[in-house]
């Protein structure tokens, strides 16, 4: 999966809700930690979810990171030894995320990035399309389907026990009793 890049590069892991993005997340850190390599993780502050001083996983997995309101901030942080940036939940940050992910790779970091794809109507959510776009690395994760079984690629929102109308708020931050992976086929958004 990992190839050896000239200098810094960008890799987007994404997927719907519980494909194990922030797992996947975990797993790279404890492999920098294994391999002795300084990183730093950011997060968005609007993820309140868990808390603030850790990236969490649907399993309850964590490790500490730092939780910033807008991009720009990843700079106030950074430190001259650090090789690696990990950003979870990139949907949530502001248009900025992109320059700064670049830029990163630019001065010769590997920037991981890390979110959902598409919001709950279907589309693509926030600054994750140019994301993918300007990634040398793309994982892209399903979760499975709460209805068919199959693979999932979207993310369902219920509301009171029905899908979510397509002009319902675009970000509601909560777990699965609000949202559910689902497929293609199973995935609906009433007008």
Do not use: W
């Amino acid at each position: 999966m990992f190839q050896s890049y000239d200098g810094g590069h960008i890799e987007v892991v994404c997927g719907p809700m519980f494909a194990g993005k922030t797992e996947e997340l975990i797993r790279r850190v404890k492999r920098l930690e294994y391999a002795k390599i300084k990183y730093m993780i950011f997060s968005p502050k609007v993820d309140n979810r868990f808390d603030f001083d850790n990236i969490t996983s649907h399993n309850k997995n964590t490790k500490k990171a730092i939780s910033i309101n807008k991009a720009l901030d990843i700079y106030e942080h950074l430190t001259p030894e650090i090789q690696v940036v990990i950003i979870d939940e990139a949907q949530f940050f502001d248009n900025d995320i992109v320059l700064v992910a670049d830029q990163l790779a630019d001065r010769g970091l590997r920037v991981i990035v890390g979110g959902l794809d598409r919001n709950f109507r279907g589309e693509p959510f926030g600054p994750m399309p140019q994301l993918l776009a300007i990634a040398e690395v793309v994982t892209k994760l399903t979760a499975v389907c709460a209805v068919s079984g199959k693979p999932a690629t979207r993310t369902q929102r219920i509301i009171n026990g029905k899908p979510a109308k397509y002009d319902d708020p675009t970000v509601l931050i909560a777990a699965n009793e609000s949202y559910e992976p689902r497929s293609r086929r199973a995935h609906e958004v009433p007008k």
